[in-house]
């Protein structure tokens, strides 16, 4: 029984699954997924799950699956594609036809090569978001390493949580890369105020008993290390499978179509390209997998549709809400506007606006929509 195979049960690959079974309600549909646990939503991970805020992570209770037919196969890792043959194989080798197939493998986080890393949690998963809220349970002290999003997010919960936090970064500021200095500054004061300590322009040089070892030769007291060092895409399925694939990521264009017939790919696996930037988007957000993987269900149900939304998300460090929208990338210049309680940074390249920030600037990060679609 072929019919649509959905690999990954993240943002793309339910998007995926459900758009497509409600243009076909009588053709199979079935997701196979590594992840144990019900498909739920990752954002709320590092934010309120983490803070012990009241949040609802599932994206479906298992009776929508059921009631809606869509197969969901849990606890199983794909090995291999045959796009000859037109099907995949597990772990356990069993093999699955495939009519359509969707690859949205999403991505795995990267540690740090640093002597005792092995021990450092990750938050990637539900089960990671569990076992580090456990671990803080019993923590005093922790060191988070990397001062990105997720980084920065999972501090600040778990200085609310009590436990006394510290970031290890090789970054002057937190966000410096991605962000830039200014709005780094104004996030360094956040985390403190917070009470997460900062230690920028160094990194770990290695993970001990207890205690962490950083580059400059000093140590600091961690009985609880986590890893937040970024993520990488994982396409070693596409790549063993022959499909066209650069920069890291699979190659698709604004339709989710892969080089292999019938084989899309949607979400942070892939690299798509965006009819409104008119050019190859990297994307590692929420919504854009979600759109991505609608627009993956709808090409494979035989309808017509592009990626052509403009990124966006947002972070919430304690009680502060960030909101970026625009195509990521790098930029020439940025340009950063203070507010009354707040913060706008515009990212400029040529004439263009190609990104915003803004802390408590609602308006801004609305007009910037208008001036990302018409750059
Ligand atoms: C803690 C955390 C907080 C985040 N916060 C935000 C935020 O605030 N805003 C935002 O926009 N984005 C945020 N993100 C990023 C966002 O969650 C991702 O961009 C999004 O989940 C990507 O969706 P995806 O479906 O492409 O991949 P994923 O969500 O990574 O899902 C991939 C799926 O594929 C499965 N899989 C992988 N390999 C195989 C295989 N070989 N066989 C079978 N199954 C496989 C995995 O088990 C998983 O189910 C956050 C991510 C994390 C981890």
Redesign the pocket.
Known sequence: MSGLVV????????SAAETFRARHPNIPVRI????PAL?YA??P???DFLCDRDTRLDLHSAAWFDRNRVELIRG????GIDVERQEVVTAGGRRYAYWHLVV?????AVRPPVAGIESALT???FAD?VALKMAARYADCAVVIGAG??GC??ASCLAGRGVATMIVAAEHVPLQRRFGAQAGERVAKILSDTGVRFAGDTTVAAIEDGRVVLGTGETVEADLVVSAAG?RP?IR?AEAAGIATRDGRIVVDEHMHTSARNVYA????ALAHNVTAGRPIP???????AHQ?RVAGLTAAGFSAVWDIVPS????IDSSVLRYRGWGAGYERSRFVEHHNGFTVWYESGDDVVGVLTLNADDDYRRAEQMLRSA
């Open positions: 690999i990954g049960s993240g943002a793309a690959g339910v196979l997924t590594t992840d498909p990752k954002p991970l590092s934010k199983v890792t794909v090995r949205a493998s999403g991505s795995a938050l990637r998963s978001a999003l997720i997010e999972a993520v994982d399925l949607a979400g942070d696996v994307a590692e957000h929420w919504r854009d997998a993987g998300y947002a972070s919430v």
